[in-house]
């Protein structure tokens, strides 16, 4: 990789020793760079992996040391570290560079001869799906493709190679630190309350999303929701939306009784035919479309390739069974606006929706979930360190310890043809790993009472 002149006799600190930190660290050491990692556990992931690179690395454990962020001239903080503290916001010298990892790969990107098309996706909910769907589009275009960011592989462990297109998804915690960016397209699927622990303000928040729209050449804007949109929009701006769209914009059309995703007038793909139900990823689907419109990508073969998606895991995915009951995983529904989501998506006035939710709620106001809970949900189950305060929304809740314990009230709930519906609105962190840890015990969960 050729020198990047400038990192070079600068003072560098990485903060933060996991999987982030350790691709900061791998980058810096194939530069040949000196630098400090800091990670206030005794014991991070990355510890034994680091030793194996043979850089030139200071490791200070333990805590945040103050003396290494005083004389840090570069300050690359890995997503999962609040900037905020005290102990860094208040000890970095004025002039030291804050960035992270994300900032980072744009900023050699400017050093490297990269002609590949960037698409970057951000949003409370749906992000996941979105960029999984256009990797999956990509490649079915025959488009050597990168999907990278806050999923798949870390940015800079991709820098090194040559792609057709790179797809990126964006968390706020990466957006925090970036003005670099030059996308070709990039939207931001939505709003609402996450994160709410470290970005203290709903409005700080959407501040935080909105710098994607700074840096990308043209904006895709969700129309369902005002507070997604950007404050100034470009003229080549591209909008989705539910509605009957104009000339040059995506969003559903209705003939012969047949609801279809379109472009203006032009019907695409009939919404019986989406490989994801529910209206919410309908809507997921028309983003992806015009992102890849934006891009230059051909409309017909792109909705081809769509065709053929099978979801991602843990994603309001349905767990085979053979009671007759419709169990949905959508453990990765880690906040409220991801669980309403899912709550309106599968709604059906022929059938019961159970709902199993509850973990830990990040700060965010659960009283967004009760109109809902109240017009769609019949049987409430709660569980985890939040759960009391979702089952105060609805009369007649139960309290359960356990996913064990939740699906087998479920079960004494739910006829054939109900759904059962495990979407959290809440993080895992209280009783699990991780979401998928979550949705695995879960789908055990279900199975066993088979």
Request: hydrophobic share 45%.
């Amino acid at each position: 990789m050729q020198t990047l002149t400038f990192l070079q006799d600068k003072q560098i600190l990485v903060l933060g020793l996991g999987a982030t930190g350790l691709s900061c660290a791998k980058f810096l050491a194939a530069q040949g760079l000196q630098f400090v990692i800091n990670d206030s556990r005794a014991r991070p992931p990355g510890v034994k992996r680091l030793a194996k690179l043979n850089s030139k690395s200071n490791l200070i454990i333990g805590h945040w040391d103050i003396q290494a962020i005083a004389n840090a001239d570069i300050i690359i903080a890995s997503p999962g570290v609040d900037i905020n503290l005290p102990v860094i916001a208040d000890n970095r010298k004025a002039q030291s560079k804050l960035i992270g990892d994300v900032e980072l790969f744009f900023l050699a990107r400017k050093y490297l001869a990269n002609d590949d098309t960037l698409i970057a996706v951000t949003g409370s909910n749906g992000k996941s799906t979105v960029v999984s769907l256009l990797a999956h589009i990509a490649k079915g275009l025959n488009f050597k493709t990168a999907l990278a960011g806050n999923i798949g592989l870390p940015v800079l462990d991709i820098i090194d190679s040559k792609y057709d297109a790179v797809v990126l998804e964006l968390s706020s915690f990466q957006l925090e630190t970036m003005q670099s960016m030059q996308a070709q397209a990039a939207t931001v699927l939505n709003i609402c309350d996450d994160h709410l622990d470290r970005h203290k303000t709903l409005e700080n928040y959407q501040t935080i999303k909105h710098k994607i729209y700074d840096q990308t050449h043209v904006q895709v804007i969700n129309r369902e929701q005002a507070s997604s949109q950007p404050s100034t929009v470009k003229d080549n701006a591209i909008s989705f939306g539910l509605d009957a769209p104009q000339q040059g914009h995506f969003g559903i059309v209705t003939n012969n009784g047949i609801r279809s995703l379109a472009f203006g007038e032009q019907a695409l793909i009939a919404c019986s035919n989406l490989p994801l139900v529910g209206r919410h990823n309908e809507l997921n689907c028309l983003a992806v479309l015009a992102l890849g419109y934006a891009a230059g990508w051909p409309l017909a073969d792109m909705c081809k390739a769509l065709l053929s998606f099978e979801g991602l895991e843990h994603r309001c995915k349905q767990v085979e069974s053979n009671d007759g009951v419709i169990w949905v995983n959508d453990s990765k529904a880690t906040n409220i606006g991801a669980t309403i989501a899912a709550i309106d998506g599968l709604a059906n006035d022929k059938q019961q929706l159970i709902l199993i939710a509850g973990g830990d709620g990040k700060g965010a106001d659960f009283n967004e979930l009760k109109p809902a809970l109240t017009a769609h949900v019949d049987k409430l189950i709660t569980l985890g360190k939040d759960g009391d305060q979702i089952a105060n929304l609805k009369p007649a809740s139960i309290r359960t310890d356990s996913i064990e314990s939740a699906v087998a009230q479920a079960r004494k709930l739910a006829n054939k043809g109900d759904v059962v519906l495990l979407s959290p609105a809440c993080a895992s962190i209280d009783m699990f790993e991780n979401y998928m840890q979550r949705g695995e015990v879960f789908i055990t969960a279900v199975r066993e009472a088979n």
